[in-house]
């Protein structure tokens, strides 16, 4: 099959993947429950004629095809949705209340159910793996995964992200950090219970936990490059028992974001000694957790190439966007980098009518989407396989 017959045979198949996306959207599951998704995709790819795997990962799905014997290329695609009530009004909008896929997972799935309709087609010297994630936004699915040797055998991998910021029929290349790393920070403050109409005889640890917010984000200006971008959000605060009683004690859980890997490996030094140094000063204590969640995308070089000349080949020069800054989103793809050479690309959703973001109860990508999505990963597929041969015969 040439690229124009694989093409046309994606278009022929957009309606059925739509019909599949729109199902997928309507019924919804979070991360590490995608039980229904996961039986859906087995029996689909079975149907197809595909080697499916079931429970890689607690709830993941692994489908091989052809001579995996002689190395793996993958692509990961991942399937949870999240605890969002949906707003979008739509026909086929989240029968499941309070959870949607509003990160574009269900497109994801799509995607990856259309490249094994093609790839079962072709005649490729190596096998191709698919990699069908579960809970990949609490960033756990991937370490699961890899535990239950999802990566054995692969030799490169690829994978994909919408994108709102990007028109559909567009992608974007990202040499180098694709996303950042991320981390959860705790912190406990410490203070003394006292009358609140008498605030000197006890220590507030309201005021001191907002001396803490507010201080931390001052040094992180002051203290750390700023060509290195570091994000610190206190998402939840939690503190004090009544109205006229100084709360001893105020409970912070935040997360933090870093695109450079050096300085997030030091970051838990630099937080305990600043936050600890900030609630000193206010007569108090705290104990700081920091846990490290997920290291940052790092693309490949040499497999974004295979991206880029991949999607060139099939969108057209104008259509790829060389991305001139990361993401500091965080994106648990990143622990199958650390183990096998790999690269992600973004995928443009929006149309002439816009996009909401990501995570948005609004969000409503263009599912034209899918199309574009396949023709790149079946192309660069394609493109690795014959670049490996070659390096192979010589």
Known sequence: ??????????????????????????????????????ILISGYLKNIGWNVTESIGKTGVIADFGPIEKGIIGLRVDMDALPIFEETNLSFSSKIDGVMHACGHDLHISIGLGVANIIKDLKLNFGTRIIFQPAEEIASGAKWMIKDGAANGLKHILGVHVYPDLLVGTIGIKEGSLTAAAGELKVEIIGKSGHGARPHEGVDAIWVASKVI???????????DPLDPVVI????????????????????????????????????????KNISSLANSCGANAKIIFKEITPPVNNNSELNRVLRDSAVKVLGQ?????????????????????????????????????????????FNPDERAIGVGIKVITESIVKLNKEIQNKVDK
């Open 214 to 224: 507010s201080g931390i984000q001052e040094l992180i200006t002051r203290q750390l």
């Open 233 to 272: 959000t206190f998402g939840k605060i939690n503190g004090g028992n009544a109205f006229n009683v100084l709360a001893e004690k105020v409970n912070l859980v935040g997360t933090v974001r870093c695109t450079n890997i050096e300085l997030f490996k030091n970051i838990d030094t630099w937080l305990s």
């Open 318 to 362: 104008e259509n790829v966007i060389e991305l001139q800054k990361p993401s500091l989103g965080a994106e648990d793809f990143a622990e199958f980098l650390n183990k096998i050479p790999g690269a992600m690309f973004r995928l443009g959703v929006s149309n002439s009518n816009g996009c909401a973001p990501l995570h948005s109860s609004r």
């Open 1 to 38: 099959m040439n690229r124009d017959q694989f093409c046309k045979k994606i278009d022929s198949l957009s309606d059925e993947l739509i019909n599949l996306r729109r199902h997928i959207h309507a019924h919804p599951e979070l991360s590490g429950l995608e039980n229904q998704t996961a």
